[in-house]
């Protein structure tokens, strides 16, 4: 009789028949469920495509002129107010000049006068009347004073202001050399001397001022004790008129100063360099493009078939393209009424363009966006939203 | 390894999450598909020819195509310099086995990808697939025949029981299965073939015996499946 009773299979067999197709099926499903989870996953997070951007400004000269000096360089950065490049002063100097010359013949006209008035006052014979032109003349000459240190001071800061382009440009280059150390030092001492003698000018200017209003003043206490003092004063009349015309001119051609000075309006860093030094400007032409350093808005994409989807105030989750694991929340600012031609940097296919409408996005502070840098955007589903400023 | 990481970083043109993210969703689902083509293979395969070899080429096939097309992209240049290197190569080789052209590609397609800088694509992409590779080689996946080997022996039917050996095979076997019954010409005496498969292969030779032990069965031989039987 034999034996019917089945044998056991060993463990080893158990598993080796196990990593047969058993195995291969359980592979098969967990690939399934690791696809579905992928795709769900992607599903979940539709993500679309923008780039970070931020405001640009033009510097550009209000009158036309021809680039003196360009005081910055590609990419440099510049703070509010700082001076990026200086139009040829030539003219102005020139007209500056001629100003100069104005007031000395005023001071031979003047001179003219007070010996007129002096043989006048002679003939007259008043000490009261004689002591009224005197003091007159003084004033006058102490307006004439002031106006002179003024067009001194004038001078001055335009020349200060072109020796330390000079001088800080001469110290942001890279290479040393004895002659460069040479041509530094002298540039450094030039403007010191400048800057010495204009402060030396400010306390001349400031002390005549105070003397000029001192003889004002003398010369009306006096001049209500005099009855008839109208005549001197109106001999002395055409030259207090130039004297006026010539202060206002002063004040013209310091007016015209400042706009040949190109102030950066913004903190920032320089993004484009559009002139040269020598080369003509004309009004209103950019010489710089200053552009803040970090991005204050999204401009993003929606596919055609999508186009309708984004709408003012919905909240949306950016994250770096390059780093999707900071994310920061904001909102939809603005949506563009048209569909348009994507960028080409975001066409899936080279050489094949593809449409879309663009909207606009609060760039988030956290996450620090470079203007031009890549970002993903996905909408929460909901309305509103907040965010916070970069600055 | 931080300047290692920045390399593949910087390689992968796209952020390297969104790359892995790709690369793990063409690996599994080739495998899903690539794994069902076979099994549709497999299943519907008629004929002597079959090779378990290009069953599971059928697979790899699926994983290495999907990631020549992630390191082609939409290069056309790229997708010549393919074909022309895969020409060159299949032309100054003999290749005998489907697996040994899908090893040929693969490599083709990894130097391609470190070639054109796609480092991340490169590395994981090999991984992934030498993975697969170890996987259908430990499930022998694509062996076709479930049965370990083939039992014949003759019985002598003297007016006892037909059926006298069917004890031995259910104590030793999980399946078995008469395949061919022939008689010989001497009268009551018949010529088995059984396929069996063994509920513990190591103790085959205690079937041999049992069998033996039965008095009408007579010149019993087992016949081993090997692994070369089924290339």
Redesign the interface.
Known sequence: M?????????MK?RLREF???P??VV??LM??G??IL??SN?ARQFEYGGFARSTHYEVSPGVDGTLEMLAVDLYDQVESGQVVALLDGSELDGRLATAEAVLKKLEADLTASRVKLAAEITRNGNRLRRDVRSFEMDAQRLRLDVLEVAVLIANDEAREQLAALVVARMDALPTWNMTRKEQLGAAQLRLRQIVDRKAANKVLLRQTEKAARLAEARVHAFDKNLPEAEQGLATLAPLQTALAVQARLLDELRAERDRLVLRSPIAGSVSQVLSHPGQAVLAGEPVVLVSRTFATEVVAYLPEQDAREARRKQAVVLSR?????VVAESVVLRVSPVVDALPERLWS??GVAEYGRSFVVAAAAPLGLAPGEAVKISFTGEEGGSWTEPR | MGALIDVLERSSGAAPADVMETLLLCALLGLVLGQLIAWAYVLTHTGLSYSRSFTQSLVLLTLVVSLVMLVIGNNIITAFGLIGALAIIRFRNVLKDTKDMVFVFLSLVVGMAIGSGKYLTAGVGTITIIIVMLYLHVTSFGTKSKIDGHVSFVVSHGGGDDDCYAGAFRRFCRVFKVVSVRQTGTAGVSEYVIEVRLRDLDRSRELVDSLMGIPEVTNVALVMNNKLSEV
Do not use: C, H, M, Y
């Open positions: 034999v034996n019917e009773t089945p044998i056991k299979t060993p067999q990593a047969g197709t195995l291969s592979v098969w690939a399934i690791g696809v992928l795709f992607e393209r390059s780093d999707p694991s296919r080279p």
